[in-house]
């Protein structure tokens, strides 16, 4: 999308850094900590459930995208040719194909993957190219006579007979080889049930030497300093089995001659630190993981809170930068408004006790009333159980189809969307085109708001159902956590305890799957350590639930205490058991 | 390369053919075995019938039956993952053919009971065997009335389909095509995963039955809503029609993006995906499988009928 076409366009609609182009992913990224941890020569491997945005931060890190950031610090790695990134996306349509050949033997599907990823990662380098000639070749002449030079030489190394003196007839003619490699192993197998094509040979050589031949030619005609990190960006490496992340393992550990590996998977999906050689991966010597979920602004001095707000109100100010709000003077307050239940906004103290005395248990009661007047009771009984009560109270006086605005106001959307990106964004979506028109954005009503969060977390929920493999699983277990923090919540009287979180301590490995597997897609969170935020828990720790799925349970988006696993599992189902129930007719 | 051909078929057409191989599935739908009682024994040649490995069902068990009564022909099974052992057996059927001199060899399908996984295994098979002899495929579906339910279902794990894959260098941009089915989670799994740029959505219209396409509709409206730029109608009873209308919208981006074609919808519709990605270097075809939810499909004594055949000449990009 272009500056003009931003202008007319509704500034939240793309939700998918995926889908954004070197023209608009420079405009809304945010530039973190994290991202510039992984302007370096050491190997990474970046942590993230599904829209946490792993793809913008890979993606930004490429030469091609990193050229057209308007950041000082990236103005200086461009400058100096001190980082060139190539992002090589592993899209699960091709990755997909990687997984429809049983037949073939654990050395043809290595040599396969090998010979795929090494032309995947040449046709990326194609891009880094074009934008290395355009940041360091001045002069028109000058470019295209570098551009055909380069060209006739990356194609005499790619494919000997051919000659390509553009950077498009580079791109064409490795699709060809690539098509033609495609049929040649078809044909193969169907008529003689054999493996290893002999189709594109110069790809047949290691893993990702093509690539590193085609530096050493852009290098010939450009000159880069020594200490240039040249950075392969591999996306989406959960789609990969083990075997295939073993050869990915095996190059982060002999640091691939000058090639440095900045890697995104799921949580739990960087499945083995095994390599092809009798040496595993250590981390910290070989790699580091960076975990994205944990918020790393909040690693200082903010609360969850403040962090969440930060980030999501500078996302907020990126997307209307450039759009035709820029200069409206809107902002996330003047639109969403405030929540009743999670704001500041001071309650009296009476009116705390009043709702105390309708929803908690005695020992509570006697504590806020012994507290009443003191400022200890704002710290031990008003901060704690507030948000609490007044959401108990709001949601036992909902009747019918009346409307509600529990899940309402900038507090809430912030929190519901848990720090992810896309998950706030497509919120935004939704509250932009509910609440704008042409004179421009106009605050969204409450109830929409409550409405549009509701309908979200309702998807989320049940469109995990259809998850391949463990869709049906985590549902059950989403199902069974969230009726039981629900419960306690809703139907059980409260103390200033409230539980929202669990601790895992289930020796069981397929439940711990299960678990892991959420936390893949975004739907649990690990607590994770303040003095280590890049530490996955692994069968141990604790955990919450998205708050995201916080208005479809009707929970209150906060980590409460932590009640034990076990408890919840072995909670006996809720008596109204619909199975159970008898025909009226 | 060769390139396959599809066009549409009249029931004249099928009826006056003698036919050198016919491939049968039997499975736990009732229609599975629907053709292989329409039609004269004399006229099938030898007869291959794939069945599913594993624990049988009391339908699948009577439909082995009605082969063996019918066409005296023993159920070959297929296990899960050993999808690629169709190709053996076809080579050596075919390989007895090619010893008896034949110019043309007519080839009987019939997908309806058939993962998309193996129809599409049979059609790699006979556009990638090299012979001088030249193969006449038809292909022919069941039409089918579902049991359906708009739960979604699980799905395994993505593949692609085989012979289907797409080259990885148009990795610009990706377009995806989705044939919609009763299925509302499936197209929107997928799409998360796929994450393409631009979204199309395929409905059969006419369907199956009358009110079929309204409740495709209705049931993806969600996905529809939220994420399809256009819904293309195309009808259940030509594969023909189906390869033209996605020819359409995969054409203008046939060297800029990758498409992937996503069908949950009818077989039908599969197959002309299916020869649209083998056709294409820039098309691939993905599947995800819903599972094998046990619904009774009755077959509606509508049958779809589509014949193939390949070519060789230079496919352009």
């Given amino acids: 999308m272009n500056t003009t076409d931003q202008k007319v366009g509704n500034p939240f609609e793309n939700d998918n850094a995926r889908n954004s182009t070197p023209d608009d992913l420079p405009y809304q990224f945010v530039w973190t900590t994290d991202f510039a941890r992984l302007i370096s020569s050491k190997n990474h491997v970046l942590i993230g459930a599904r829209g946490s945005g792993k793809t913008a931060i890979i993606k930004m890190l490429s030469h091609e995208y990193l050229a057209r950031l308007n950041h000082e610090a990236a103005a200086k790695l461009i400058r100096d040719k001190s980082f060139v990134g190539t992002y090589v996306p592993m899209r699960l349509s091709w990755v997909g194909g990687l997984k429809n050949k049983p037949w073939l033997t654990e050395k043809g599907r290595e040599n396969h993957f090998q010979w795929r990823l090494n032309v995947a990662c040449c046709s990326a380098f194609i891009s880094t190219l074009e934008s290395c000639l355009r940041a360091y070749i001045t002069g028109k002449a000058e470019f295209f006579i570098t551009e055909r030079d380069v060209c006739l030489q990356l194609s005499a190394a790619w494919f000997p007979t051919l000659r390509a003196e553009s950077i498009d007839k580079l791109r064409q003619y490795l699709a060809e080889v690539e098509y033609k490699k495609l049929l040649d192993e078809e044909k193969l197998r169907v008529n003689d049930g054999v493996e290893f094509s002999k189709v594109g040979v110069e790809f047949d050589i290691g893993l990702f030497e093509p690539l590193k031949r085609a530096i050493s030619i852009l290098k010939s005609f450009i000159k880069f300093p020594q200490s240039t990190i040249w950075a392969v960006c591999l996306d989406e490496a959960e789609y990969l089995s083990v075997e295939y992340q073993r050869i990915l393992n095996s190059h982060l550990r002999t640091f691939a001659d000058g090639l440095v590996f900045k890697i995104t998977t799921m949580p739990y999906k960087h499945y083995t630190l095994e390599t092809n050689t009798a040496v595993p991966l250590v981390r910290g010597d070989d790699f580091d993981y960076i975990y994205l979920d944990s918020m790393e602004v909040s690693k200082r001095t903010f609360s969850e809170y403040e962090a969440l707000r930060k980030f999501s109100t500078e996302l907020f100010e990126r997307r209307l930068k450039g759009s035709r709000w820029e200069n409206s003077g809107v902002t996330l307050d003047m639109l969403l408004g405030t929540s009743f239940i999670l704001s500041d906004k001071s309650v009296s103290q009476e009116a705390i006790v009043e709702l105390i005395a309708k929803h908690s248990n005695v020992a509570t009661l006697e504590r806020a009333k012994y507290l009443l007047g003191t400022a200890k009771f704002d710290d031990e009984i008003g901060r704690k159980l507030k948000g609490a009560l007044l959401l108990r109270d709001a949601a036992s006086q909902l009747k019918g189809n009346s409307s509600s605005s529990i899940y309402s106001g900038v507090e809430m959307v912030i929190r519901c969307s848990d720090g992810n990106p896309r998950r706030f964004i497509s919120l935004l979506n939704s509250m932009y085109l509910a609440g704008s028109d042409e004179s421009g954005f106009k605050p969204v009503p409450l109830a929409v708001q409550d409405r549009i969060l509701r309908h979200f977390s309702t998807n989320e929920f049940r469109r995990i159902i259809s998850e391949p493999n463990h869709g049906n699983d985590i549902h059950q277990l989403l199902l069974k956590i969230g009726k039981f923090f629900k419960e306690a919540l809703h139907f059980k009287p409260l103390s200033s305890d409230l539980i929202l979180s669990f601790r895992y301590n289930v020796d069981d490995s397929a439940i711990w799957d299960v678990v892991s597997e959420a936390v893949g897609v975004g739907l649990i969170r690990p607590l994770v350590e303040k003095s280590d935020f890049d530490e996955l828990p692994v069968r141990e720790g604790t955990f919450r639930l998205s708050y995201m799925l916080s208005p479809y349970f009707y929970l209150l988006p906060r980590r409460g205490r932590a009640i034990s696993l076990s408890a919840i599992l072995n909670s006996p189902p809720p008596l109204a058991d619909p199975t159970l129930q008898m025909e009226l007719l | ?317």
């Fill in chain 2, 1 to 317: 390369m060769a390139k396959l051909y599809v066009e549409d078929i009249s029931l004249q057409d099928l009826f006056e053919r003698v036919y050198e191989i016919s491939i049968f599935s039997c499975g736990y739908e009732e229609r599975s075995a629907n053709l292989a009682t329409i039609l004269k024994p004399e006229k099938i040649g030898c007869t291959l019938v794939f069945g599913f490995g594993g624990k049988k069902s009391e339908t699948c068990l009577q439909n082995e039956a009605l082969f063996k009564e019918h066409l005296e022909s023993d159920v070959t099974d297929i296990s899960y993952g050993e999808t690629h052992r169709i190709i053996s057996v076809l080579r050596a059927e075919v390989e007895k053919l090619i010893f008896s001199k034949k110019e043309i060899v007519k080839v009987l399908v019939d997908y309806s009971s058939m993962p998309r996984l193996w129809y599409s295994e049979i059609l790699n098979f006979f556009k990638n065997f090299n012979s001088a002899v030249e193969f006449e495929l038809d292909f022919v579906y069941s039409v089918g009335e579902h049991a359906h339910s708009d739960q979604p279902q699980q799905l395994g794990d993505p593949i692609v389909l085989p012979g289907c894959e797409a080259v990885a260098t148009y990795s610009k941009r990706t377009v995806a095509i989705f044939g919609l089915g009763f299925d509302s989670g499936a197209p929107i799994c997928m799409h998360g995963k796929i994450e393409p740029d631009n979204t199309y959505a395929l409905i059969a219209r006419p369907g199956a039955l009358e009110d079929y396409s309204k409740k495709t509709f209705s049931i993806n409206e969600d996905f529809i809503a939220e994420s399809v730029d256009e819904v293309i109608y195309s009808p259940l009873s030509s594969v023909k029609q189906t390869y033209d209308s996605l020819r359409e919208i995969f054409f203008p981006f046939r060297t800029s993006a990758i498409t992937v074609i996503v069908p949950f919808g009818p077989k039908p519709h599969a197959l002309a995906a299916i020869i649209a990605a083998m056709n294409y270097p820039g098309v691939t075809c993905l599947y995800s499988s819903t599972g094998s939810r046990p619904s009774v499909v009755t077959a509606t004594s509508e049958l779809v009928l589509s014949r193939i055949y390949k070519d060789v000449e230079q496919v352009a990009g």
